[in-house]
């Protein structure tokens, strides 16, 4: 359900499983709607791994809707039909993300009888709803949304993003009260046929639409083993889902990998213009180069995550710092193997990062009011491998040491043979 990270994160594994198995890929076009470079990688990726006889098949979903019902209807009919080919080439194991979208509970509904295997490849965008940790640990135990510190609210840089972020569309004024009546007529329709309809037709109905799990977007329910990549996961995993065999998988192939020597090379991940986001990371250059730890710095931009564009006082700066940079495509996947260290908010890209190069230096920012919640800041700064502070003092000591894997001795080290 989300191809762009699935992809960074398997780029190694997918190329020894086929090996063993018949590896086919189910897609949905996450961000391809706004980002047609993505939706071009994406496929360019899968046709390349056909060519290499690396995956077998490949079927991609049509987005659908809840107030367009002529799309949702043409997208649950592509559904139906690549279920239909799914079972006409057998499958034995599933494995599957946190269960965000109908179509992927109706898909282990149906396919019940097989062996299923859920993966989490980072914290459930349900965080980005809490201001603090503490706010969703207790949601989590008690099963219902709290928000003792306030609930958190995601913003774009304009309100035209904003909608395309968050896939919600604002009513005009005019007629505001019977469109507004004509759009939840729509969204009843489109939700009768995706939680009834569809689900009795495939005999995979489940009356649960509603679970506090969905609405953090952290359902793993019906799914009895989860893999993750990084303690923190695991952790978190063992915390929410205490009766689950949950499993910590190592995911990077030693023998596969390659060994690059990186010089002083930074890559910056921006989400996007917030101006002391930026500031912060100019302060961060800037430390860099006064101990001389920073030959050139990589500039990218979120994939799917729409912004405005950076503009020309944010390459003025950078000319100021007299440091050499250099934009990257934001539908291409980083190889943190050749970089020497990460600068960027929280993100995903700490875990993706330490995950393929154990080595890689990160420094983060946790400016960003407008796209990082209190809970997200707080259960990242829970890595130890990141340094917060771009004092020069600090980043010395912090740079100046060998990092380490984080040990394992304090939770199961389990492993599951994928």
Known sequence: SNPSQFKSFFREKINILHIDCDVSFLIYPYGFSFNKDLEKEIKNWTKKLKKKTIIKKVWFLEPYSYTNIKKNINSNLKFLKIIKEIDKHGIDILLVPSLKHYWEKIIVNYYNNKKIVGYLLSPPSGLDLFNSLKDFNNSVRKKKLIFEMGKFSVKSDTKYLHEINTDFKMLKKEFFIIRYIFEKIKIRINILINFFFLPVYLRSYDNKTNNFY?????????????????????????????????????????????????????????????????????????????????????????????????????????????????????????????????????????????????????????????????????????????????????????????????????????????
Do not use: M
């Open 214 to 418: 969905d609405k953090i977007n952290f359902n793993f329910f019906k799914i009895d083993k989860i893999i993750c990549f990084h303690p923190l996961l695991f952790k978190l995993l063992k915390k929410s889902f205490p009766n689950k065999k949950i499993y910590l998988n190592k995911l990077k192939t030693e023998k596969y990998s390659k060994i690059l020597k990186v010089k002083k090379k930074w890559i910056f991940l921006c989400n996007d213009n917030y101006f002391k986001s930026l500031n912060a990371f100019y302060q961060v250059l800037l430390n860099l180069k006064k101990i001389n730890k920073i030959d050139k710095i990589y500039i990218k931009r979120h994939p799917t995550w729409q912004s405005k564009k950076l503009d020309k006082n944010f390459f003025i700066k950078l000319n100021e710092i007299k440091v050499k940079y250099k934009i990257l495509n934001k539908t291409k996947n980083i190889i943190y193997e050749k970089y020497f260290g990460i600068i960027s908010e929280p993100s995903t890209a700490y875990i993706e990062g330490l995950l393929h190069n154990k080595n890689i230096k990160i420094i983060g920012i946790s400016k960003n009011i407008q796209t990082t919640s209190g809970a997200i800041f707080e259960l990242y700064k829970k890595i130890k491998e990141i340094c917060w502070d771009p004092d020069i003092k600090v980043l010395k000591r912090h740079l100046s040491n060998k990092i380490l894997q984080k040990s394992f001795s304090d939770i199961t080290r389990k492993y599951i043979d994928l």
